[in-house]
């Protein structure tokens, strides 16, 4: 099986723009977490979707929003992009939200200037 | 809320010699303790895993020992080799009508020397 698939890898936008990540799980995994990653924060909850429903959420501004389609892909958007903002992205698939196991793709490394 | 302290944050050991990592949660109703691996430029790997209702697991050189009354849980790699040299994350998943999610640590760094 394929694994998690995240698109773009790298992106660099300037403050105040806007930004859109894609995620695609393992094929038959139905839920989708995203994480940041930054070296002082580290690993960071942002939230879950499951059946195109948002689950489980982190502590982060509104700016983070995202969403998830009927075949399971997500896509996490961030409005407003600060230089705070700049940071390794990451989504982790499980086949569902009562399974424990979560697969994590290589991550979009966003860059905000 | 969950918090998850990992130490040490840097570790550094020759080929050969065994490495301990050692995590520490604060709820005790986490139930189910990975441990990620990630290589430079890429993402986490799973690489072990532990639930509540059992203490100890082992996968060839990788084990990892869960001491519930105490909540810590550690991970052991034994006769490292300089592939083993990466930063390693504990997490604390909390199980909640259904949803999880992972806490982590802040992870370690560990350097395999030749």
């Known amino acids: 099986k394929a694994g998690v698939t995240q698109t773009p890898r790298y992106l660099i936008k300037t403050r105040g723009q806007q930004v859109t990540l894609s995620c695609s799980p393992i094929?038959?995994?139905?839920?989708v977490s995203w994480y940041q990653q930054t070296p002082g924060q580290g690993l960071q909850f942002l939230f879950e979707?499951?059946?195109?429903?948002?689950?489980n959420k982190g502590n982060f501004p509104g700016r983070f929003s995202g969403r998830q389609f009927s075949n399971s892909r997500s896509e996490m958007n961030v409005s407003t992009l600060e230089l705070g903002d700049s940071a390794l992205y990451l989504c982790?698939?499980?086949?569902?939200?009562?399974?424990?196991?979560?697969?994590f793709g290589p991550g979009t490394r966003l860059t905000v200037l | 809320g969950e918090n998850v302290e990992q130490h040490p944050s840097t570790l550094s050991v020759q080929e050969g010699d065994s490495a301990v990592i050692k995590c520490t949660y604060s709820?005790?109703?986490?139930?189910?303790f990975p441990w990620y691996k990630q290589e430079l430029g890429k993402g986490p790997q799973l690489i072990i895993d532990?639930?509540?209702?059992?203490g100890e697991k082992k996968d060839q050189r990788i084990a990892v020992t869960l001491n519930k009354t105490a909540k810590h849980f550690s991970l052991h790699i034994t006769e490292t080799q300089p592939e083993d040299s990466a930063v390693y994350f504990c997490?604390?998943?909390?199980?909640?009508?259904?949803?999880?999610?992972?806490?982590f640590g802040a992870g370690t760094r560990l350097a395999v020397h030749p």
């Open positions: 979707y499951f059946s195109e429903t948002q689950r």
């Open positions: 709820d005790s109703a986490s139930n189910y």
């Open positions: 982790a698939s499980r086949d569902r939200v009562s399974t424990d196991t979560q697969y």
């Open positions: 997490a604390a998943s909390l199980v909640s009508g259904g949803y999880n999610k992972l806490i």
């Open positions: 094929s038959g995994h139905r839920s």
């Open positions: 532990i639930r509540s209702n059992v």
